[in-house]
């Protein structure tokens, strides 16, 4: 039976993880109008790739990738805090972002060609590649996992104040400064958790697409996650299984379910609107 392979398991494994997890940090981002903000973000993070493979390389270890998603955390929680600081300050998000975008993914195809890696390599992390995942990377996401979860729905209800009302949340005397930090290195953690799986250009639709599918069901925030963490699970899981009979790349499957489910969730939403306002 295909489910008793281990790599199948692994894949599977991860791909749930990550099709949960992603929405939970997509919800704050669609709250505060930065749902960009993952793109950005995640070409920061192939810099943080590229730089963990010079590391490796430099170090001699025998995977060259070994560092490789450590130096893609540090990178991404490093852009993550100074798009947030910028936009904090007035400055222009989205220009910042825009220099993160060009830079990180311009930084870091040089980098991974300067430590030895081939166009296979670097398309594996720009699309995804979950059928190279580990134990070790699967441990690893279990542990990213866990602390988005604990962090995302642990402090919703302060990080939800933070999101729809600065002010309002600064006036009951919350640390907003400190929230929005957490935001952002919560968005840094889930892009290179979800690396792997869709890959850094893909990486923010697996955050968005499930949020706005829940939206067209409900207008409770608590319920709008709820929701966007169980499609974000099935297409994700469905988008892998599919990869298993057909040779399809996961990462752009995964994505196409998603706005396959919101066209047709949207199409109901405005046949049932219809529906009521003959009646």
Do not use: C, K
């Amino acid at each position: 039976m295909i489910l008793t392979d281990p790599l199948v398991q692994r894949m599977l494994l991860v791909g749930l993880l990550v099709g949960v997890t992603a929405p939970i940090v997509g919800t704050y981002l669609v709250q505060r109008r930065m749902a960009l903000m993952g793109d950005g973000i995640g070409h920061v993070a192939l810099a943080g790739v590229a730089a963990g493979w010079l590391a490796g390389s430099a170090a001699g270890l025998a995977e060259r990738d070994a560092l490789a998603i450590p130096g893609a955390v540090i990178f991404a929680i490093g852009g993550a805090v100074i798009v947030e600081r910028m936009r904090s300050h007035g400055s222009a998000a989205d220009v910042g972002m825009a220099i993160l975008f060009y830079g990180g993914i311009a930084t870091g195809v040089l980098l991974i060609g300067a430590a030895g890696g081939s166009n296979a390599n670097l398309l594996g992390y720009l699309f995804g590649s979950i059928s190279t995942v580990s134990w070790t990377d699967v441990w690893l996401t279990v542990a990213l996992a866990a602390l988005i979860i604990g962090v995302g729905i642990g402090l919703r209800r302060s990080l939800f104040a933070v999101t729809h009302d600065q002010e309002f949340a600064r006036s009951t005397g919350l640390p907003v400064g400190m929230l929005n930090i957490v935001v952002a290195i919560l968005a840094a953690v889930t892009i290179t958790v979800a690396m792997r799986v869709v890959g850094v250009l893909l990486v923010s639709a697996l955050m968005i697409l499930p949020v706005a599918i829940a939206q067209l069901t409900t207008h409770s925030f608590n319920r709008t996650m709820l929701i966007a963490m169980a499609v974000g699970g099935a297409i994700t899981v469905a988008g892998i299984s599919i990869t298993l009979y057909y040779d399809l790349q996961p990462g752009a499957l995964i994505v196409v379910l998603g706005v396959a489910a919101y066209i047709a969730v949207s199409a109901m939403a405005s046949l049932r609107r219809s529906r009521g306002a003959r009646r």
